[in-house]
């Protein structure tokens, strides 16, 4: 055996760590907590005009050792805090922290009763729902097409009802996700899995598990991201 | 396109698979057999050769993760290329790849010939224990064949952590493989 054989088996060992691997950053430095920049008016605007996706990348945590390279602003993480205008229209800014962990999940909400849902017949699909995010307008300005439903990381997740998977896979910001189609043709998201355990074109049964609960893709915690669709329209899966 | 959808076309034997699938991740599966091959023409070359062995692999093997599946099979097909055309005198990076994994085989195992898909099993089973931090660092330097300053700059970390992860990770495999009871 040499280390040529190493590097060729290491083909399909590591086929599954693919997509973990060409994440940006490590998780749990990949993201800032962007809704304290954004929670002005002015940092809303700034926000809208440069788009998610570049902030995304350009605001991050680094680890005390973050080598500064040309154009890269590096700040405290309560400098960074205490002028989040200035900050939002800059385009390099790496935070220096020690540790940062995601902080809590905002809770608005904490049920577990059925009838909550807007759909008949449905079950939740996690155990107990603690809505971290709302469908609709959030207190940062931004419409959102889907709830957060936040939970410990390797939580079970359940269909909400009878259906086909019609699509799994990864994406850079849902994470591993999957699309169920209700018997009646509605259309459930599920995103930021921790994995997926069920397959495309696979019928499940409501209640079956079709995954667990993760912090794939763009989050700052563990939560599954439901967006649920009738007729190709987005609506809220709560009353 | 979505990748089922593609998936699919190249179930159906459309041809229109392949284009999607150029357009969609033929500048990854170039970079990917450039880092291998250090040859603009052999990394082409080694797309064509990958995009033809998966147009003949589906629907036999249906992947779950159609990305993670073409890159694979890109980075074997690189692989191969640099073992036939080169046994001897093998391209840098891959010298110096082999070179560091090298040090991972455990002194009994150097003169035997390990089964592929015992070994694969086992570098699978120590993957999914790594921290993932360290598997991420291990994935990138020797699954896609990065640099340690471009890990160092992906990461924004030094270049002296990821060489220290790197080494401390290769010493953690040496002592799984000794640990390990595969066929050799």
Request: charge should be negative; proline fraction near 3%; hydrophobic fraction near 40%.
């Amino acid at each position: 055996m040499n280390g040529y054989d190493i590097l060729n088996a290491l083909g399909s060992a590591g086929e599954a760590f693919v997509e973990e691997a060409q994440e940006l950053r490590p998780t749990k430095k990949t993201v800032i907590h962007w809704s304290r920049l954004v929670s002005t008016a002015a940092a809303c605007l700034a926000f809208a005009v440069l788009a998610g996706a570049s902030l995304m990348t350009v605001y991050y945590f680094a680890s005390p050792n973050q080598k500064k390279s040309e154009g890269m602003t590096v700040v405290s993480e309560a400098e960074l805090l205490a002028s989040e205008e200035s900050l939002v229209q800059t385009e390099h800014v790496v935070v220096k922290t020690e540790e940062y962990s995601a902080p809590a999940a905002r809770v608005l909400q904490e049920e577990s009763d059925h009838t909550m849902l807007r759909f008949e017949g449905w079950v939740l699909p996690v155990e107990q729902v603690v809505i971290a995010g709302a469908f609709g307008q959030r207190a940062n300005g931004i419409q959102s097409d889907h709830v957060n439903l936040a939970g410990p990381e390797g939580d079970r997740i359940v269909a909400v009802a009878d259906g086909k998977v019609t699509e799994t896979g990864y994406d850079a910001t849902l994470g591993y996700y999957l699309i169920l189609e209700t018997e009646d043709g509605v259309l459930v998201k599920y995103a930021h899995l921790k994995d997926v355990t069920v397959e495309a074109d696979q019928e499940v049964q409501q209640g079956e598990m079709v995954g667990s609960m993760g912090k794939t893709g763009r989050v700052t915690g563990p939560n599954l991201a439901l967006t649920v669709y009738v007729d190709g329209v987005p609506v809220n899966p709560f009353r | 396109m979505e990748d089922t959808r593609i998936i699919e076309l190249f179930c159906e034997r459309d041809e229109n698979a392949i284009a999607e699938t150029t357009n969609k991740y033929g500048q990854k599966m170039q970079a990917m057999a450039l880092r291998i091959l250090e040859n603009k023409e052999d990394a082409e070359e080694c797309v064509n050769e990958s995009l033809w062995k998966v147009w003949e692999a589906i629907p036999k093997e249906k992947p779950l993760f159609l990305k993670a599946y073409l890159l694979k099979v890109c980075r074997n097909t690189a692989l191969n290329t640099i073992r036939y055309r080169n046994a001897d005198k093998r391209q840098g990076n891959v010298q110096e790849l082999t070179a560091e994994l090298e040090q991972c085989i455990p002194d009994h195992m150097q003169e035997f010939r390990a089964e592929g898909r015992e070994l694969e099993g086992c570098l699978k089973r120590f993957l999914e224990g790594l921290p993932k931090e360290k598997r991420q660092i291990f994935m990138n330097r020797y699954w896609f064949g990065e640099s340690v300053a471009d890990i160092s700059q992906k990461y924004g970390i030094s270049e002296e952590k990821v060489k220290t992860t790197c080494f401390r990770v290769r010493k953690k495999l040496k002592q799984y493989l000794e640990k390990e009871d595969f066929t050799i």
